[in-house]
């Protein structure tokens, strides 16, 4: 295509067709800014890899706008090619490109730009800085440390919460020294993402500070640093958590035992069943409401008596979660809790009957549909030929048993199953 007398109507056919070896012409069309201008944002776009060199060239432009595009479309490729000339951008008057500039070099993640980057910590823009911190913490290098430590301590919070950050995902001793001094920094954010940080980290020189952390009355930290033991794992971390929680299980704030009750169905099951059980006696139905969610998740059978008695609770939504728990359980003790109870049970899926629609399926109807006998043969027979084998060796021989044993004349199933039957 001849470059003389292009115009932006020009680039936007280019565009249309994704013409991108005319887009890096147009991009160098020196008599036009327009022009430029609109080669740039489309490429922007875009963001092909062939367009790199151009937009290097570009980054040098003396349109401001047409920096920045180039510097944005750049990032987005995240080719290694571009970062020389992005290091020089960071030095740039613009200060929005500067910004962009260490966005595109934290994608491009090349570690050439460590030093670059550092030496944007010194400036005078906080979003530059931001991001600079941003861009070390992706590039992820070791080397970085000591000048984000340095930023952890800078006077503004927008710059330690990015700081605590970056040095969660670089990790080392350094940085966990550091992070868990944070746990106590005046803001509140740089305090929660500093026990994030230390959950990804792993270190189990954390857990000491973690758990003063998650008896903090602040919840957002607390949540974190929960969150954080967990991830670090280990006897250890797992026992000062499931300790710690069932401390505050006798808190007098009912939010803080509720939060607690949270926690606990989120751990592994086993650690935290008595506790949880006996929550669903709490005086707060917030955390009846959880403890009877959390164990329903758990699903384990040794919660069946203490979800057996949180069917007659006063509010309903505890008697739900709790049937719904029941019906997860599944065994015959559950299942008989729940009838004790008045709830009715769906007869393929074991779900209590709770809100939606049940219906009732003559009991031959139910024994001899050819769709539920499919369902039974699927999901039902691998579990009894583990249990019983051989003696139920074929569907019809366990269906015909089952058909014996039933007393009913009908059979009661939730609209969910109820296409077994149509
Ligand atoms: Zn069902």
Partial sequence: ?????????????????????GLVKALAHKKDADVRRAAAKALEKMGDKLAVDGLVVALKDPEIDVRRSAAYALGKIGDAHAVDGLIDVLKDKDSDLRCRAARALGEIRDARAINGL??????????????????LGNIGDARAVDVLIVALKNQDEKVRRPAAEALGKIGGEHAVDELIISLKDRDSIVRSV???ALGKIGDPRAVDGLIVALKDRDSVLGFSAAEALEKIGGERALNELVLALKDKLKDGDSNARRQAVAYLGRIEGERALNELVLALKDQNSMVRIRAAEALGKIGDPRAVDGLGIA????DSMVRNLAAEALGKIGDARARSALTMAGVQICDVCGKPLLSGPSFKIPVEGFYNSPKYREWFDRNMMPRLRAKVAPSYITVDMALAEMRS???TSDSIVC???LGLFT
């Fill in 118 to 135: 550092v030496a944007a910590l010194k400036d005078q823009d906080l979003t530059v800085l931001r991001q600079s911190v941003e861009a």
């Fill in 415 to 417: 609209g969910v199953c």
């Fill in 1 to 21: 295509m001849p470059l003389f007398g292009l115009s932006k109507s020009d680039v936007d056919k280019m565009e249309a067709k994704r013409d991108v070896k």
């Fill in 311 to 314: 069917l007659f609770d006063e």
């Fill in 194 to 196: 500093a026990a994030d």
């Fill in 405 to 407: 044993k039933d007393k």
